[in-house]
């Protein structure tokens, strides 16, 4: 016993401090993950507006030839 407190609280108290510090390290992990996924779906939309735009102006001057 350390200062009237058994050993086994003292590694409670830490057993729940690591587990806050590993759910607060996945979430940050998550979110990153998220954030890729994201910006690599964003990049997909955007070229493919891109893509259609360059179509458009194609056969505008289709058209007019």
Known sequence: MILGVPWWVF???????LSGYMAF?????EKEL????????????????EKERLEKRQQKQHASD
């Open 25 to 29: 390290r996945a979430m940050r992990a």
């Open 34 to 49: 998220e954030h890729k996924f994201i910006e690599q779906e964003g990049n997909i939309y955007m070229e493919r507006l």
């Open 11 to 17: 590694m409670m108290v830490l057993f729940i401090f």
